[in-house]
């Protein structure tokens, strides 16, 4: 009885509460304690390998031609981590989105991706031999000169640009008094298919390879305006002199196809959702892939 009153007793002081409630508040901040401990181990790491310092090295002595000391290479790899940490925070923080530059060099990656998982074995000079036959025209060379109309300049520009043709063909005016200067632009020499295309759109550059050689002829549509053109010489080069040219240009080939195969096989991934204001200039997705 005198014990049963003790302990009851007891269970009513204020400083043995107070010692429960505390053992309590410790025990709880302990397993905080514990669970936040593993929540650090379990960060994401950033690992920086051997490989990665030496190829540090190997870029730094590229750029200098000389040996990099110890202190340069301590600030090539502090550099290097805290680059990596930035660019990780920044992908978390999702600053990617919607940056060109950053896509671009994405897509690149996944170009090189594609290129290392879908290796061709190099061609034989009998592969590069049918390649040449079948692009005979993409390796033509042709001088040429011109005169342009600029629609910006003038009225009317094709009316003028068919006048001046007339009065060209009759050889009543000299090619000096028609036309419009144009920066870049007045003679061209020893172009290929795809530099006319680039400079002047593939219109025009289809249409002055398919031109008579010294005779003028237009007007002929390009991204400057009206064009005329009067053809100087189109050769072909033989195999053995452009051979390197024509293994480049298979091997480009190559990865422009399976860059849009495995592009095209993504469309099953991803759905694509243009503006409506835009679907006549996208088309329908993927078919330049196939």
Not at 92 to 101: I, P, V
Not at 145 to 157: C, G, L, N, P, Q
Not at 212 to 241: H, M, N
Not at 263 to 282: M, Q, R, T
């Amino acid at each position: 009885m005198f014990q049963y009153q003790l302990m009851k007793r007891m269970l009513k002081e204020p400083l043995l509460h107070f010692l429960f409630i505390g053992a309590l508040l410790f025990g709880v901040h302990a397993w905080r304690g514990r669970g936040a401990g593993a929540a650090r181990v379990a960060r994401p790491q950033v690992r920086v390998t051997e490989a990665d310092v030496r190829a540090l090295e190997a870029y730094r002595g590229g750029c200098w031609n000389r040996h990099t000391t110890p202190q340069e290479m301590h600030e090539l790899v502090t550099d290097f981590i805290k680059e990596e940490l930035l660019a990780r925070e920044a992908r978390a923080l999702g600053l990617e989105e919607n940056d060109s530059e950053v896509r671009h060099r994405l897509a690149d990656k996944m170009n090189f991706y594609v290129q290392d998982i879908t290796r061709r074995p190099e061609p034989t000079d009998d592969v590069l031999r049918q390649y040449y036959a079948a692009h005979l025209r993409s390796f033509q060379c042709i001088s040429f000169t011109m005169v342009s109309f600029s629609r910006e300049k003038r009225k009317d520009a094709l009316a003028d640009a068919k006048a001046a043709l007339a009065e060209l063909t009759r050889g009543t005016i000299k090619e000096a008094q028609v036309g419009d200067r144009l920066a870049g632009v007045g003679a061209i020499t020893n172009a290929d298919l795809q530099a006319i295309v680039d400079q002047f759109g593939r219109p025009f550059a289809e249409a002055v390879f398919s031109l008579p050689p010294g005779v003028w002829s237009g007007p002929l549509e390009s991204a400057y305006g009206p064009q005329l053109a009067r053809v100087v010489e189109i050769k072909q080069p033989v195999f053995a002199e452009i051979k390197g040219q024509i293994l480049e240009r298979w091997r480009n080939g190559c990865l422009r196809e399976d860059s849009d195969k495995f592009a095209a096989g993504l469309l099953d991934k991803y759905d694509v959702v243009p503006d409506e204001s835009i679907k006549p200039l996208v088309g329908k997705i993927g078919e330049d892939w196939q």
